[in-house]
């Protein structure tokens, strides 16, 4: 069974800092996705990398894929209220169809 | 908006009763995915259907099963309704069967009193 670990689960910070959540997996995954779920509404992707050590910048939301395919990181700059929401982390595998292992994610609050 | 639409937005059912939850797709998109959201598990991917038929199957449960229709919306269809039903589902649906974004509808909220 591939699993994908987020760090940290929790993260509260004040307006205009930064930030970094982690995902990790002993797994090799031929794609990796970012999506931002709000309460009350499915998640919504942010972005999708696919080569190892790809990096994809989305205004001040910066993605990293590993080497290895293993492993992502997603880089918040000076973050936002509006940043508030929670951060999965989604792996594709499966020849001939486009499963995804989500993460835990990591619910991230940003105070005014 | 994200186009994948999801019926009911909430249901509340007793233990052992059977529910029926709907989604319609995407315009022109061929794959639907069920996905079940619970606190302590997190997403767990349950089952993909491509253009009618059965493509990948997750961790969906014997007392639960799903299908895709000639018009591509899908059920999921869940019997015999224990309390560690309760959960979020989702759907959500891509072009194809690989390598395609996925986009999620916005959920049914399942309550077994």
Redesign the interface.
Same mark, same amino acid.
């Given at each position: 069974t591939q699993l994908l670990e987020q760090s940290p689960q929790f993260l509260s910070i004040q307006e205009g800092e930064n930030l970094t959540v982690y995902c990790n997996s002993s797994s090799v995954f /031929? /794609?990796l996705?970012w999506?931002r779920q709000e309460p009350?509404?499915?998640?919504? #992707?942010l972005v999708?990398v696919v080569t190892g050590g790809e990096v994809k910048k989305l205004k001040r939301l910066t993605f990293q894929f590993g080497d290895a395919r293993k492993d992502s990181s997603l880089h918040i700059t000076a973050a936002q209220p509006g940043d508030t929401g929670l951060y #999965?982390c989604?792996g594709?595998s499966?020849a001939? /169809?486009?499963? #995804?292992?989500?993460?835990?994610?990591t619910k991230l609050s940003v105070i005014p | 908006d994200?186009g994948?639409t999801q019926t009911p937005k909430h249901l509340i059912t007793a233990t052992g009763q059977r529910v029926t939850l709907r989604c319609s797709p995407r315009s022109g998109d061929l794959?639907v995915?069920w996905?079940q959201q619970s606190l302590d598990?997190?997403? =767990?991917?349950l089952i993909?259907y491509?253009n009618g038929e059965e493509?990948?199957k997750?961790n969906i449960l014997e007392r639960f099963s799903a299908q895709q229709f000639p018009d591509l919306h899908s059920e999921l269809n869940l019997s015999s309704l224990e309390l560690g039903d309760s959960a979020l589902y989702?759907c959500?649906s891509?072009p194809t069967?690989?390598? =395609?974004? =996925?986009?999620?509808?916005?959920?049914t909220r399942l309550s077994i009193l």
């Open positions: /031929s /794609s996705q999506y009350g509404e499915g998640p919504v #992707l999708t #999965l989604a594709a499966g001939g /169809s486009y499963q #995804l292992t989500f993460g835990k994610g | 994200s994948v794959s995915y996905y598990q997190g997403l =767990q991917f993909q491509y493509r990948a997750g989702f959500a891509s069967y690989s390598n =395609q974004p =996925q986009h999620f509808g916005d959920g």
